[in-house]
């Protein structure tokens, strides 16, 4: 019996704390038969390059000076057909994906938002903006989204959502603070789950 990895590739433009959790659970033998072939950035310092190449993780850069966004993504999406990536995660990728881009790969992209879509999403909302609206609209939950994504902001189909509740002395910091500790535990679980779902991941005879 053979096993085919199912392989994930990374897109990050932060620090990568949720590829951290991922990583972690990679190394505590929590995703049998998933691979993390590659981690790519479009900002050479980005923390998560640093964090994934200290761990023995492929890391690649892709400049993105003078270049268009079509450009760009047509030189990332090569690097993940040559990797073989079955499934692309967005860990604060900081840029907005190509129409061809997302055509190319359907139902193989997934995000996570730190709110609970359809509230505070789209191209205003990302990073503290978000905990920053849920605070200002009196919100009495917020939480996390992991979706599939579509050539819109935050519009593809919704895979899970997990709330958290806003507490009267809950800040900016502190509400970022809830939400990454749900994406931390449930990214993997849903990267998990797809893998589960991927024919092409499971044994075959030789």
């Given at each position: 019996m053979e096993t085919k990895q199912f392989k994930i590739a990374v897109l990050a433009s932060t620090n990568g704390t949720d590829l951290q959790a991922i990583i972690d659970e990679m190394k505590a033998g929590?995703?049998?038969?998933?691979?993390?072939?590659?981690?790519?950035?479009?900002?050479?310092?980005?923390?998560?390059l640093?964090?994934?190449?200290?761990?023995?993780?492929?890391?690649?850069?892709i400049d993105p000076e003078g270049k268009s966004r079509e450009g760009f993504d047509i030189e990332m999406a090569r690097i993940l057909e040559e990797e073989g990536?079955?499934?692309?995660?967005?860990?604060?990728?900081?840029?907005i994906l190509?129409?061809?881009?997302?055509?190319?790969?359907?139902?193989?992209?997934?995000?996570v938002h730190p709110a609970l879509i359809p509230k505070f999403?789209?191209?205003?909302?990302?990073?503290?903006?978000v905990h920053k609206a849920v605070l200002?609209?009196?919100?009495?939950?917020?939480?996390?989204?992991?979706?599939?994504?579509?050539e819109g902001v935050d519009t593809g189909e919704t895979i899970l959502q997990k709330?958290?509740?806003?507490?009267?002395?809950?800040?900016?910091?502190?509400?970022?603070?809830k939400v990454q500790a749900l994406e931390k535990k449930w990214y993997p679980e849903v990267i998990r789950m797809l893998a589960a779902l991927n024919p092409s991941s499971t044994s075959k005879s030789t």
């Amino acid at each position: 019996m053979e096993t085919k990895q199912f392989k994930i590739a990374v897109l990050a433009s932060t620090n990568g704390t949720d590829l951290q959790a991922i990583i972690d659970e990679m190394k505590a033998g929590q995703m049998p038969g998933i691979e993390l072939a590659v981690v790519i950035s479009n900002k050479k310092d980005a923390y998560a390059l640093a964090r994934a190449r200290a761990q023995g993780y492929k890391t690649v850069f892709i400049d993105p000076e003078g270049k268009s966004r079509e450009g760009f993504d047509i030189e990332m999406a090569r690097i993940l057909e040559e990797e073989g990536a079955d499934l692309i995660v967005l860990v604060g990728y900081m840029r907005i994906l190509s129409s061809e881009f997302v055509r190319k790969f359907p139902k193989k992209i997934i995000n996570v938002h730190p709110a609970l879509i359809p509230k505070f999403c789209g191209e205003n909302f990302f990073g503290n903006s978000v905990h920053k609206a849920v605070l200002e609209a009196g919100e009495k939950e917020t939480g996390m989204t992991i979706h599939y994504v579509d050539e819109g902001v935050d519009t593809g189909e919704t895979i899970l959502q997990k709330t958290c509740p806003v507490e009267k002395n809950d800040t900016e910091e502190t509400l970022k603070a809830k939400v990454q500790a749900l994406e931390k535990k449930w990214y993997p679980e849903v990267i998990r789950m797809l893998a589960a779902l991927n024919p092409s991941s499971t044994s075959k005879s030789t």
